[in-house]
């Protein structure tokens, strides 16, 4: 539980939001020098600003989802492995189970199995107990609506233990190897798909990445460059949304960052 707690709480420390306000704390705790003062407000202030700006927000994501690109031809699998996070829970109010952003994981996976792609889905996704109230699992939710969808429930692996995306690949990684499924087709979003491969690759498991949810098209990105005086101002200036997209894209690099480290000093 302590891990799970860390790779929680700490990386809110050095996302924008939460390093401002620590600097703004430090810099209200710092009165014997009000020159220290300004500048960690005004580093706090520059930490907002470029983490809600477009250009940023868009540059870090932009990377993130053209590392991987899915194979011209989707070729038939084993199983379409579909990673948890694109739904919420049919907790009251709600009457049934619901999508968020990236509600897309589950269309596209539907579509893919109704395609004839592969005969089985693995749906990945389990619930962090004291963090979350929710009385259902991402994954029984996801069988929720692929059988909405039309799939049959004898096409559904369910795989409800995993606290993290870490967890998620370790779980379903035992569980393919029960199975004997070698093709495996992904599915996550296409922010999530770097981390993701590059966790199973470490598991031994070549996946075939089927990228859903892209925040940012390609008509989006050639407009970031357009000489549009008015546009770039708004570009430049924060938004919440955009501040969101960065911490969204921080997470995955600093996830492919403790990866990485652990590799190389073979860190468990």
Known sequence: MMFVFLSKFLPLLVYPLGLACLLILLSLVVRFSSSWQKRLTALALVLLWLGGNRW???GLTYSLERTIN???EMPQADVILVLGGGTES???????????GAGDRVIHAARLYRQGIAPYLLLSGGNIEWLSSRTTTPAFEMKE?????????TALI????SKNTAEDVRFSTRILK???FEKVILVTSAQHMPRSVYLFRAEG???IPSPADYSITDAEWQSLWQLNLPAQLINLLPNAGYLSMTTSSLKEYLGILVNTLRDIFNLP
């Open 70 to 72: 899915p194979p011209a």
């Open 145 to 153: 609506l692929m059988q909405f969808m039309g799939v049959p429930d």
């Open 178 to 180: 029960e199975k004997g």
């Open 90 to 100: 049919f907790d009251a109010p709600r009457s049934w189970v619901e999508v968020n």
């Open 56 to 58: 940023v927000a868009f």
């Open 158 to 161: 369910l795989q409800d233990r």
């Open 205 to 207: 498991i070549e996946v």
